[in-house]
């Protein structure tokens, strides 16, 4: 009867996410990597197997994640490049997430709690996990198949493992099925690591692991054991480290924030993770670090130091479940806290896919033990409990229902970028090539011109000013169609001018370039220019 309560509780979790993102069938495909990673890329023709040899062998666009490359060309082998069968595969990998949830807080809780409060915490947590909007970027966004995909085997090894553990509190020598559960582990793991290099994070969460179930707190040749055991999954990790920095190549350069902006910067994301993962009640497309530095951030460095501080000093750390789940929170969120590298986003929600659980896990644990120490009557509790997880719930669905359409097609997602930051140079500049493809020229003018304007110096920005810079020789390319199909010529030839002088422009706008130029000055009237610039045009081709 159990096993079929389970079994229930699980289809009606898949049937739950099927009918929140249902409406995701009918998305498209995004101008963000979208278009690079599948549309235009050379390699994703070839057949199958050349692809599997070289999604395994090379890089594309400063990433090596080779089983998402995979997923994607099996998608494509259906029906070609529709975004139907991609954002399908999504969906359903989100729901399998949902499921290993369950599984996982089911299985980690039956070890010390009644079967009943088990199915109850692993239904509460993967039912929140499957309908919180943070995740809707990671299921929504095709290119983000990473996210959905790595989390598949980061969580199925973390259940491979827990039941590892579970055999060894009750059989500590290796047996069969313990080996088993721990090459499963490493196998899942490598495959997580191959999906996205985010989940270099586990080794750290099998120690965690290990730290909660006791296994150093026996003799000193069982702790040596319990390291060695980690071998194979640091190996993997450094491995596939090096993978990824040979892929990052230049990019993997230090930024120009500076140490402490960017010390200040990784406590309020840090911060901020946590808070949307409990009450996403701003779920954005991006979050850009903002214009210039705001010396009340500051606030949220001294909050991390400080809770830190304390929680050492009162010994907090004494609290086993907290401690871990705290210590898995930040782990898991480290590597995209922008300690090394900063960007243009400060934080995004695709990064708390995992950590969103943890968090969540953490908050059910303080309210359940909250509810104990009230020693109400144990009905009371429940109703408590039920009314708050429902209120929670309709929440979360408000939310979520408001903020899926963002992602239906490049036109909403521009548009929801630029209401959301207006003076940002890359939200003007996304929405400008938007309205540019639908032929809105008197729309798209003032956006490109307040991207010029920024350079020009009359809007001061913080050191990510010049992270922007990439992108303004196709500023200037794209200012000068506006201006050729609005007609004023001479304008159009000097905004061409200067974007070929610019360094960076692509060769195909490069060529185009030369093309209107040449058409510009047929319509002034001046032949001399037109032939010169047509002849280097044709040079193109």
């Not at 809007?459 to 199909?485: A, D």
Request: charged content about 15%.
């Amino acid at each position: 009867m159990k096993t079929i309560k389970i079994v229930s509780l699980i289809f009606f979790l898949l049937a739950i996410n099927a009918l929140y993102y249902q409406d995701i069938l009918t998305f498209d495909f995004l101008f963000l990597d979208d278009q690079g990673n599948l549309l235009t890329n050379p390699y994703f023709n070839q057949d199958f197997w050349s692809f599997f040899s070289w999604s395994f062998t090379a890089t594309y666009k400063a990433n090596w994640y080779p089983l998402t490359w995979l997923s994607w060309k099996l998608d494509s082998l259906w029906n070609g490049p529709d975004p139907f069968y991609f954002h399908l595969t999504n969906l359903l990998l989100h729901g399998v997430n949902g499921c290993l949830v369950f599984l996982l807080a089911y299985t980690f809780v039956k070890r010390t709690q009644t079967v009943q409060l088990a199915v109850l915490t692993g239904f509460m947590l993967s039912l929140i996990f499957i309908v919180h909007p943070a995740h809707i970027e990671s299921v929504a966004w095709v290119t983000e198949r990473k996210d959905v995909l790595y989390a598949a085997w980061y969580l199925l090894g973390a259940y491979t493992y827990l039941r590892f553990c579970l055999r060894q509190e009750t059989l500590p020598d290796y047996d069969r099925r313990a080996t088993a559960w721990y090459g499963l582990t490493i196998l899942t793991f490598a495959c997580s690591m191959m999906s996205k290099p985010m989940a270099i994070s586990f080794p750290l969460v099998l120690l965690a692991t290990d730290y909660y179930f006791g296994r150093f707190a026996g003799t000193k040749s069982s702790v040596i054991t319990v390291l060695c055991e980690k071998a194979p999954f640091f190996l993997i990790a450094l491995g596939s480290a090096v993978m990824t920095i040979n892929a990052q190549g230049s990019r993997l350069t230090e930024s120009d924030l500076g140490y402490f902006v960017r010390l200040v910067y990784a406590a309020k994301a840090l911060i901020l993770y946590f808070a949307s993962s409990l009450v996403p009640w701003d779920v954005q497309p991006f979050y850009f670090v903002d214009d210039t530095f705001d010396p009340w951030d500051v606030v949220y460095l001294l909050a991390v130091v400080g809770f830190l501080v304390v929680f050492c000093v009162r010994k907090v750390y004494r609290h086993k479940p907290i401690t871990c789940l705290l210590f898995l929170f930040v782990i898991n969120l480290a590597p995209v806290l922008g300690l090394v590298q900063m960007g243009y986003q400060l934080r995004a929600d695709r990064y708390i896919y995992i950590a969103q659980v943890i968090a969540t896990a953490m908050a059910a644990y303080l309210i359940y033990q909250g509810l104990c120490r009230l020693k109400q009557r144990l009905t009371l509790g429940r109703w408590a409990m039920t009314v708050m997880l429902l209120a929670y719930l309709a929440f979360l669905s408000t939310s979520f229902f408001a903020y899926l359409p963002v992602w239906k097609n490049s036109d909403t997602l521009t548009r929801a970028i630029y209401e959301d930051h207006e003076t940002n140079f890359l939200a003007n500049f996304w929405r400008a090539k938007i309205l540019l493809g639908q032929a809105q020229f008197e729309s798209a003018r003032p956006l490109l011109d307040e991207c010029i304007r920024q350079f020009l110096g009359e809007t001061q920005h913080l050191n990510i000013h010049g992270l922007y810079r990439v992108f303004l020789p196709e500023v200037y390319f794209l200012r000068g169609m506006v201006s050729y199909e609005l007609r004023q010529f001479a304008e159009a030839i000097s905004y061409f001018e200067e974007s070929l002088t610019s360094q960076g422009l692509g060769s195909d706008n490069r060529k185009f370039a030369f093309y209107y130029m040449a058409y510009s000055h047929r319509e002034l009237g001046d032949r001399e220019s037109y032939l010169r610039y047509k002849t280097i045009y044709e040079q193109f081709e």
